[in-house]
T-cell receptor, first 114, second 116 residues
Framework: QQQVKQSPQSLIVQKGGISIINCAYE??????FPWYQQFPGKGPALLIA?????SEKKEGRFTISFNKSAKQFSLHIMDSQPGDSATYFC?????????????FGQGTTLQVKP | GAVVSQHPSWVICKSGTSVKIECRSL??????MFWYRQFPKQSLMLMAT?????????EQGVEKDKFLINHASLTLSTLTVTSAHPEDSSFYIC????????????FGPGTRLTVL
């Protein structure tokens, strides 16, 4: 019930295309859903995050879509660029838990071809 | 933005020695710091959670006597890998939870540990 399942494991997109990564969760107590971007040899960096009270959040080329009833959320990268090539992790946590632990998905390696 | 630093960025040590990794929140106070381990092409695995001034809480399967965590202040946590062995070689990443933006975790750049 603590798991967050992420798909696909890897993704190849042409420059200018849309990259879509999906995540699903089980625990309905989760109320914070961030996406992280990680380049090789670096720590993850927060890209964008959403709470269940909204169905969509957009920041620049990055959009999170959230479906509370289906317990799913996804990251859309519009106009994908070679510089977006990285590993993306979705995560989930509970705001009022003692620890604020993030439960991570398995990660998606994105390659954007020029 | 919130910045978390780690030191060293990489370390090579001999089997049996101990290695200390520092994690600092540079421009904010962290109520909680987290330590993760990441193997190549895998997700982040949470090792332990530490709150300033109290003992760390370790995840199941993580040896607390091997991975010593000290959270001495609101801006500094250390991870000491004691009696390191080649199987401890990994990428270690810390994160810090902002006292104000409660949910957000800011990650350090990671430390690559290689044990020979």
């Amino acid at each position: 019930q603590q798991q967050v399942k992420q798909s696909p494991q890897s993704l190849i997109v042409q420059k200018g295309g849309i990259s879509i990564i999906n995540c699903a969760y089980e625990n309905t107590a989760f109320d914070y859903f961030p996406w992280y971007q990680q380049f090789p040899g670096k720590g993850p960096a927060l890209l964008i995050a959403i709470r269940p009270d909204v169905s969509e959040k957009k920041e620049g080329r990055f959009t999170i879509s959230f479906n509370k009833s289906a317990k799913q959320f996804s990251l859309h990268i519009m106009d994908s660029q070679p510089g977006d090539s990285a590993t993306y992790f979705c995560a989930a946590s509970r705001t009022y838990s003692n620890t604020g632990k993030l439960i991570f998905g398995q990660g998606t390696t994105l390659q954007v071809k020029p | 933005g919130a910045v978390v630093s780690q030191h060293p960025s990489w370390v090579i040590c001999k089997s049996g020695t101990s290695v200390k990794i520092e994690c600092r929140s540079l421009d904010f106070q962290a109520t909680t710091m987290f330590w993760y381990r990441q193997f190549p092409k895998q997700s982040l695995m949470l090792m332990a959670t530490s709150n300033e001034g109290s003992k760390a809480t370790y995840e199941q399967g993580v040896e607390k006597d091997k991975f010593l965590i000290n959270h001495a202040s609101l801006t500094l946590s250390t991870l000491t890998v004691t009696s390191a062995h080649p199987e401890d070689s990994s990428f270690y990443i810390c994160s810090a939870r902002d006292r104000v933006f409660y949910n957000e975790q800011f990650f350090g750049p990671g430390t690559r540990l290689t044990v020979l």
